[in-house]
């Protein structure tokens, strides 16, 4: 794992040994998400990233000591695409199979239906908002790596296309979104008309502003400095 201090502008590399009941030479680190209120680093370890059949394993990673913990959760997802955390509850999404519930006080994981269907929506670049809502870009049927906004209320189980007829191209498979609270916007990377750029939605206004970077190679999103 590779730290970065933004204070020193240094990074360092640390060696994570996985705990010996899941580690296996082909086991993959999937997805990191930072949880403020234990103060713990969440993964999705995956035994073997290519195996879409393998099971996902949830554990923990102390920042101070790097200890990793298995938490006793695990779960069968083709892959893990992106993550949130929102109350006592992580989730796992994915481009190509269900969102996972995954609650840490007891120990579960389940697949997350959009308006009580069983549907799957596929989607990536997750991001929630301090009300409970989730913005995400979700995988369209028909359509070679076509994305479109989507907006999920997490209290209510509801789901609703925010602009429907906007449709980008997927800018890679993985990767999480960024609420911008000062400018009340998710932020996001994708691809417009096949040209890299950063996404802005504006949530009061349900507009977007699209932004060209002009190139990029598996960028991610991490927060605003």
């Known amino acids: 794992m590779y730290i970065f201090d933004k204070s020193t502008n240094l990074t360092t ?20 998400q930072w949880n403020d209120s234990n103060n713990l680093l969440y993964g999705i370890l995956k035994f073997n990233k290519d195996d879409v059949n393998a099971i996902s394993y949830v554990v923990t990673i102390n920042p101070t000591t790097f200890e990793v913990i298995y938490t006793g959760i695990s779960f069968n997802q083709k892959n ?4 949130f955390i929102n109350g006592n509850k992580f989730y796992s999404s994915s481009y190509s199979d269900h969102t996972f519930e995954i609650n840490l006080e007891n120990k579960t994981a389940k697949p997350l239906f959009f308006n009580n269907t069983n549907s799957i929506t596929p989607f990536t670049r997750a991001a ?23 907006k999920f209320d997490l209290l209510n189980n509801t789901y609703t296309d ?3 007829n906007e449709v980008y191209e997927a800018a890679g498979g993985s990767g ?18 096949l040209k890299p750029g950063i996404l802005k939605y504006n949530i009061a206004s349900n507009s977007t502003e699209f932004i060209n970077i002009h190139t990029y190679i598996d960028m991610i999103i ?3 400095l």
């Open 162 to 164: 925010t602009l429907p």
């Open 80 to 83: 893990s695409s992106s993550t």
């Open 222 to 224: 991490i927060g605003k």
């Open 13 to 32: 590399a640390k060696t994570l040994i996985y705990p010996s009941a899941i580690a296996i030479p082909a086991s993959v680190l999937r997805s990191l």
């Open 128 to 150: 929630v908002t301090t009300n409970n809502i989730l913005y995400g870009t979700k995988t369209l049927a028909g359509t070679v790596n076509g994305v479109s906004l989507f």
């Open 176 to 193: 999480n979104g960024f609420i911008d609270s000062s400018k009340n916007q998710y932020v996001v990377l994708t691809n417009s008309n």
